[in-house]
């Protein structure tokens, strides 16, 4: 390869990095809001589960997990997209530094 076709690939990785950085900060916001929103939901369970009185202190904690299924759920698809994000980053600045060392050799040849 040559400095003349590396360029372009550089150039495209870089954009992708930057489309990359901006999906991670959209993922994060929505991660931060699926965990505040978990924790909401599940310490009101607890309360609303030991104010009844009905059940056993210890195991309130896992009917609050029952009742807040579907909120644990989206918290857990929102932290794999976010991860998702981090590690593609990570695979681009990869091929980044792949791509600038072939760019350094056959531009110091």
Known sequence: MDAGTVRPIIEKIISDIGK????????????AKAIAMY????GDAVETLKTEGKFPVTIIRD???KVCHRDRETLEIA?????AC????????????GYQSIYRYSDSV
């Open 63 to 65: 009917l609050a997990k």
């Open 39 to 42: 924790h909401l939901r599940f």
């Open 20 to 31: 990359c950085r901006r999906d991670i900060e959209g993922k994060g916001n929505a991660r």
């Open 86 to 97: 981090i590690s593609n980053l990570q695979a681009l600045m990869a091929q980044l530094n």
């Open 79 to 83: 932290e794999t997209e976010y991860k």
